[in-house]
C-alpha cells in the first residue's frame, strides 16, 4: 500500500512540476501564450494541463494552434511502453471503458473547428516499444507520419492493418482518421525526477523566476498550484499569474530590465531538447527537416539547414551580449553554428554540455592557464597518390578511424591523406574535461593541421569526420575558417540507412 500510495503523490507532483514549465511559456519573449489551466474541464483526457495562444502560434507544419492540451503520467518504472495496441487499450491509461483514441475522438466531436487548431499531446515516462510498428510511425515531434501510415497500400498489408484496427476502434473513415490523428502528438520517455528539476529550473530562470535548490527537499511551486487548486483558482491569465507570483516572492528580484546574458538553443532532434523553446530567449528549431537523426532529403543539409544556420548565427552575434548556448543537435550543425560566430566576433559563449552524469556549464577563459602537454596521439595515412582532397577524422568520445578509413578506402578514392588524431588520454566520456581542455586540443589540432596542409597543399579541400561532444564540435567550428574548403559527414549509428557516413554539409 505504502509503495502505491508513494507512485500516486510522485505523479501529481510530476503534473504540478510540468503546470510549472508550461507556465514559463506566458513569460518567454516571443510568446503568444496568454492563459494556463490546471485540471481544466471539458477536455476528456487532455486535462491535466492546457495552455492558450492568442494570437494563435504557428505550429512546424504551419498551421495554427490557440491550444495545447496535456496529458501528463508518470510511471515508476517501465514495464509497459507505448505500441500500435497501446493507444485502443484503456487500461494503458488507467481508464476503465475508454482508450487514449477514444478519448481524443471525443474531443473531435465536440468541435471540429476548435480541434483543428489544438494540439493534444501524451507527456508519459514510458518509452516507445522499438520492436512495434508504432516506433516507425512517429516523427520527432510524437506526431503519426501520415506518408508511412497511409501508404496507399490494402487492409492486409502491415499498415493497412494497423489503420484497420484504429479506424474500427473509433468507426471512422480514412479521412476522418487523419483528421484525428492530425493534432496527436506522442511524447514518449518524458524526463522525471531529477532530470526534470533540472530542465523546470532552466526554464525558471530564463523568465527571471527562483529555480529549485538542489540543497532544498520541497519547492513553493507545487505546493502553490495545488492551493491555487483548492482555491478553484486552476484557470490562470498570464496578468493575474504574474500577479500570484510576485505575491509569493518567486519573482527574482533585479535592478535592470534587461539580463545581463541571453540563452539560445539549436534543436535537430526532439530527445532531451523537447522543450528547449521554453527555456531559451533565441531558438532554432529545424526538426521539420529529420526523422530521428535522418534528414529527410540530403539536399536539405545545404539548402535548408547551412542558411538557417548562418542566419542564426548572426541574431546571436547582434544581441552583443554573453550568451548560454543549447546544442541538442548534430555536430555537423554544432561545428556550422561555431564556423558562422567565429572567434573574432566578440561574442562571448558558455555551452551547456550535455553527459551522462547531467548538464554543466562550459566557458572558456580568455587566457590560457596551467602548463600545456599534447593532447593527441597522431597518425597519417597516404591513401591516393592522385587524389586532390585531405580527409581528417578526430577521436574524442569514440575511435572512429578504423570506420573512416574503410569509408574512405571505398567512397571517397579522392583522397590522397587522411590525419588521424585521437585523444591521447583514451577515448570516452571522460577524454575531455571542461571548455579550457577543449581549447588545448584545438591549438595542438591547429599546429598539426597547418602544417599537414602545408606538406600536402593547402588548396585541398579537408572532409572532416568527428566524435565528440558538441562543445568541442561548437569550438572547433570557430576556428574552421582557417582550414579551407570543408566538407562534413553525419554517422548512421542506428544502421538503418547506409550503416557508414554520409556527407552533411560543405563549407564555406
Not at 581549447?439 to 579541400?461: D, E, F, H, S
Amino acid at each position: 500500500m505504502a509503495d502505491s500510495v508513494l507512485a500516486i503523490q510522485k505523479g501529481f507532483e510530476f503534473q504540478a512540476k510540468f503546470f510549472w514549465y508550461k507556465a514559463c511559456s506566458l513569460y518567454r519573449p516571443g510568446s503568444t501564450a496568454v492563459e494556463i489551466t490546471y485540471e481544466a474541464e471539458s477536455v476528456p483526457g487532455f486535462d491535466d494541463v492546457t495552455i492558450s495562444f492568442d494570437p494563435p502560434r504557428l505550429s512546424t507544419y504551419g498551421y495554427s494552434v490557440s491550444r495545447e492540451c496535456y496529458q501528463v503520467k508518470f510511471h515508476v518504472d517501465h514495464s509497459r511502453a507505448f505500441d500500435v495496441d497501446a493507444l485502443t487499450d484503456p487500461a494503458f491509461i488507467g481508464a476503465v471503458s475508454e482508450s487514449l483514441l477514444q478519448k481524443l475522438y471525443k474531443n473531435f466531436q465536440a468541435s471540429e473547428e476548435d480541434y483543428a487548431t489544438t494540439n493534444y499531446y501524451i507527456i508519459n515516462t514510458w518509452g516507445v516499444d522499438r520492436n512495434d510498428d508504432l516506433n516507425y510511425l512517429l516523427n520527432n515531434e510524437g506526431a503519426i507520419i501520415f506518408k508511412r501510415l497511409f501508404d496507399g497500400t490494402t487492409d492486409r498489408s502491415k499498415m493497412g492493418k494497423i489503420r484497420k484496427k484504429w479506424k474500427e476502434h473509433l468507426g471512422l473513415s480514412d479521412d476522418e482518421l487523419k483528421k484525428v490523428l492530425r493534432q496527436l502528438r506522442i511524447c514518449a520517455n518524458s524526463p522525471s525526477g531529477e532530470f526534470f528539476d533540472e530542465t523546470l529550473s532552466y526554464g525558471l530562470s530564463a523568465v527571471n523566476l527562483k529555480p529549485l535548490y538542489d540543497d532544498k527537499r520541497t519547492n513553493p511551486y507545487s505546493s502553490l498550484i495545488v492551493r491555487l487548486h483548492e482555491e478553484k483558482s486552476n484557470r490562470l491569465h498570464k496578468d493575474n499569474l504574474y500577479a500570484i507570483l510576485e505575491q509569493e516572492d518567486l519573482w527574482v528580484t533585479t535592478t535592470t530590465n534587461e539580463k545581463a546574458e541571453a540563452s539560445a538553443g539549436i534543436r535537430t532532434f526532439r530527445k532531451g531538447a523537447e522543450n528547449l523553446g521554453l527555456e531559451t530567449d533565441k531558438f532554432l528549431c529545424l526538426l521539420k527537416h529529420f526523422e530521428s537523426r535522418y534528414i529527410l532529403d540530403e539536399s536539405l543539409w545545404q539548402g535548408e539547414v547551412l542558411p538557417a544556420v548562418q542566419a542564426f548565427s548572426q541574431e546571436l552575434i547582434n544581441l552583443e551580449k554573453p550568451i548560454i548556448l543549447h546544442l541538442d543537435t548534430h555536430i555537423s550543425t554544432a561545428f556550422a553554428l561555431g564556423y558562422y560566430i567565429g572567434n573574432k566576433s566578440g561574442t562571448e559563449i558558455t555551452i551547456v554540455q550535455k553527459s551522462p552524469k547531467g548538464r554543466a556549464l562550459w566557458k572558456p577563459k580568455l587566457t590560457a592557464s596551467g602548463e600545456e602537454t599534447e593532447q593527441w596521439d597522431f597518425s597519417e595515412i597516404s591513401v591516393n597518390s592522385d587524389g586532390d582532397d585531405l580527409a581528417l577524422s578526430i577521436s574524442i568520445t569514440n575511435d572512429i578511424s578504423a570506420e573512416v578509413d574503410l569509408f574512405i578506402r571505398s567512397q571517397l578514392t579522392t583522397v590522397v591523406s587522411v590525419l588521424h588524431a585521437k585523444a591521447i588520454s583514451g577515448c570516452g566520456f571522460s577524454a575531455i574535461k571542461d571548455a579550457d581542455h577543449i581549447l588545448q586540443y584545438i591549438v595542438y589540432l591547429n599546429r598539426k593541421i597547418r602544417a599537414w596542409r602545408i606538406a600536402n597543399g593547402t588548396q585541398k579541400k579537408i572532409h572532416i569526420f568527428i566524435s565528440a561532444p558538441n562543445s568541442f564540435n561548437f569550438f572547433l567550428g570557430q576556428h574552421g575558417s582557417g582550414y579551407g574548403r570543408i566538407s562534413l559527414y553525419e554517422y548512421d549509428f542506428e544502421g538503418i540507412r547506409t550503416g557508414t557516413y554520409v556527407q552533411s554539409l560543405n563549407l564555406p
